[in-house]
């Protein structure tokens, strides 16, 4: 599929020596939902500023639907929405005046039905007459959406939009961001609720220490990643695993009472019958047995962990 964002041999080292991001490569698609993840301090931030125009790079190329960032920064920003983590906007003003206000900064002609639009799906236009600063925090945090989308960008970059928001407005932003991706716009996302990446995304990348560590399918990561896991609750406690069962990826829970196997669900052979038979043969019984997977969280977590 066509890139409509290209990060090519990025870096971005700070006065004081800190080196926030070692030589980035990222291609993100047209049209898809991109769950860019990573631990606090792993450019995550430095990564989605730099590509909207608000933090320069020290080297590298960026480009935003075919226009360079540095050469080309109209053309580029005006592909671009941008709802940051922190809120900040002008308070005294209204919530009618605000939006207008960022469309008009990216030269784009008046335009009362879509700013109605967004602020109606947002359900905010009963507060268009109301100042920002008597709105709530997350009616605030709406309002930074429907200024993110009031000049019709290609590309939207959500970072971390859904900290300290309530369960509505949370679902509310989910279903624009389907109707968004549904009409053409390339979602960015960062977050550190998993189980929305997990949930919304199309391609996952995991970003540490100011390096892109991976970038895989979400379906594919899951699968290759992912390990599925067999619980038997035994009939009796054992003292420790017998030694005839030393090949097998077994382990005994503290109290003796659970044996969990770890196995490849994408094998040939999962191994789980000759388990079983042989468990029966050494007369080792179990009440009941479960199983379970791993989830993007556990993925992640084995990721930014291991050595780089």
């Known amino acids: 599929m066509q890139s409509i964002i290209s990060v090519q041999a990025l870096t971005k080292a700070y006065a004081s020596g800190h080196q926030a991001l070692k030589g980035i490569d990222l291609d ?16 995550k931030t430095t990564l989605i500023s730099i590509i909207c125009g608000i933090v320069n790079p020290s080297s590298g190329v960026v480009l935003a639907d075919g226009h360079d960032i540095v050469r080309d920064y109209r053309a580029a920003r005006s592909k671009i929405g941008l709802v940051p983590q922190e809120l900040s906007t002008d308070s005294f003003e209204t919530v009618w005046a605000t939006v207008n206000f960022s469309r008009g900064l990216f030269g784009k002609p008046a335009n009362p039905a879509l700013v109605e639009k967004l602020l109606r799906e947002l359900s905010l236009w009963d507060k268009r007459d109301s100042r920002i600063m008597a709105l709530s925090g997350g009616m605030k945090r709406r309002v930074m959406i429907a200024k993110a989308l009031s000049h019709e960008p290609q590309i939207l970059f959500l970072d971390e939009p859904t900290a300290g928001v309530d369960v509505e407005l949370r679902r509310d932003m989910w279903e624009m961001v389907h109707r968004l991706r549904a009409s053409g716009v390339t979602i960015i996302l ?9 949930q919304m995304a199309d391609r996952i990348g995991v970003i540490s220490q100011g390096r892109i560590i991976l970038v895989e399918e979400k379906a594919r990561l899951m699968a290759q990643l992912g390990k599925k896991q067999l619980s038997l609750q035994l009939q009796s406690p054992l003292a420790a695993i017998p030694e005839e069962f030393a090949q097998y990826p077994l382990e005994l829970s503290a109290d003796g009472q659970t044996l969990v196997y770890t196995f490849d669900a994408q094998g040939e052979q999962t191994g789980i019958a000759p388990l079983l038979r042989r468990l029966g043969d050494h007369g080792i019984d179990f009440k009941s047995l479960s199983s379970s997977e791993s989830s993007l969280e556990d993925i992640f977590v084995s990721l930014v962990r291991q050595p780089r």
Do not use: D, M, S, V
């Open 28 to 43: 993100i698609r047209r049209g898809e939902i991109f769950a860019l993840l990573g631990p606090n301090g792993a450019g």
């Open 190 to 198: 960062t977050t550190h609720y998993i189980e929305e990446a997990e």
